[in-house]
Structure formats: C-alpha cells, structure tokens
C-alpha cells in the first residue's frame, strides 16, 4: 500500500528565516509525485509535480526536490501570507496510460510571523 | 477559464438522511476524483470517474457512491448518513495526472 509521511506536522518561522518541508513516500511505482498549498476551509492548491528522481521545480519562494524516497519544499526568505497547509502526495501507476488517485500525507502547517 | 466548482458550499444533514454533491471539472478534463477531508484524517480516496465510468474506489462502504455525466461533471451520493461522515468533501479535475481541486463541500451530519 501507497504512504506518505510528511514532517514536520508544524513549523513556525520568522518572516525570511529560510527552511524545508520533508515528505517521505513508498509506493509500487511513481508516476508522480505532487505538493498542494491549503488554506484553511478551502481546496489544496495545485503547486508542482515532480516526476523523477533529481527533478527540480521552483515557483517564487518555492523549491521542490525529489529523490528515490523523498521530497523537499524548500521555502526561501519566506512572508507571512506563505502561511498554509503545504500537501504531498504520490500518484502509483494505474496501468497503461491511466492516472489514478493520489495518496496523501498529513500535510505540515506552516505559520510565518511578521 | 473558470475552476473547479462545487455545490452546495454547506449541507446540513441529520442521520440516516441521504445527501448529494455536485462537482464540474475544468473544461477539456474527463476524470473527477472524490476525496474526503475529515478533521485529523488528511484526504482520503473515495472514487475516481474516468470517461463516465468509475476506475477505482477507496476503502468507503457502499453507501458512498456516485456517477459522472456525459458532460464529465460528476455526483457523489451519500446514503443512510452517519455523525463521522462530516467532513469536507473535495472533488478533483484532471485530464492527465495533475489534479485541480474545487473547493469543497462542507457536509455537516447531526
């Protein structure tokens, strides 16, 4: 069965102290794996998609890294309004060209202090 | 291009009643995924239509069931509700692997 871990469960940083989210996975076979932002009561927010290992994708303050058993959210001088639920998930082969569900972690809540 | 959408955005339910929840995808995607947002659980995989057929389910009883119609938009029906169904239910578009996700809907069973 697909797992996800991610850690830690909180972060609390100062406006522009740098730092990184990790997320551990197993699954039988990427096909990709994903980090969504959630704000409070609302829908994730699609963020990158990473597809093998030593992909690298940035978006502003947002790097996101991939080895054969983890992935990193790397958050760059970060402000206030980067607060929110930062999500991963791993997407297994659902045979031929089929794209299956996504297997969650838990998700780390972040909270930038001005 | 307009987003996912979802409807209602709150549903108050009692036990035992049933509900439904509509999703329309993006326009050009034909998958829809079901996941359910529990507080303290994380998202969990309850159905993905594909073509208006459904692919694959999670580990949810029967009751949670559903259908996505010819025009991809899709309906999650929710029979004989229980207390621990409350949770906000997310229903994803995608045409290839990533997904967008609308933005939920409350259901609230008492």
């Known amino acids: 069965e697909d797992q996800v871990t991610q850690s830690p469960e909180a972060l609390r940083l100062q406006e522009g102290e740098s730092s990184s989210l990790n997320c551990s996975y197993t699954v039988s076979g990427l096909r990709g794996l994903f980090w969504y932002r959630q704000d409070p009561g609302k829908g994730p927010e699609f963020l990158f998609t990473l597809y093998s290992a030593g992909e690298e994708k940035e978006k502003e303050r947002l790097k996101a890294t991939l080895t054969k058993k983890e992935s990193f959210l790397h958050i760059t001088a970060p402000k206030p309004e980067d607060s929110a639920t930062y999500l991963c998930?791993?997407?297994?082969?659902?045979?031929?060209?089929?794209?299956?569900?996504?297997?969650f972690g838990q998700g780390t809540i972040l909270t930038v202090h001005p | 291009e307009a987003g996912v959408t979802q409807s209602p955005t709150h549903l108050i339910k009692t036990r035992g009643q049933q509900a439904t929840l509509r999703c329309s995808p993006i326009?050009?995607?034909?998958?829809v995924y079901w996941y359910q947002q529990a507080l303290g659980l994380g998202l969990q995989f309850l159905l993905w239509?594909?073509?208006?057929?459904?692919?694959n389910r999670g580990n949810f009883p029967p009751r949670f069931s559903g259908r996505q119609f010819p025009n991809y938009s899709s309906e999650l029906n929710v029979n004989a509700l229980e207390l621990e169904d409350s949770a906000l239910y997310l229903c994803a578009g995608a045409r290839v692997g990533e997904q967008y996700f609308g933005p939920g809907t409350r259901l609230t069973v008492t």
């Open positions: 326009s050009g995607h034909t998958s």
């Open positions: 998930a791993v997407q297994a082969y659902a045979g031929g060209t089929s794209y299956g569900k996504l297997t």
């Open positions: 239509y594909d073509e208006g057929e459904e692919r």
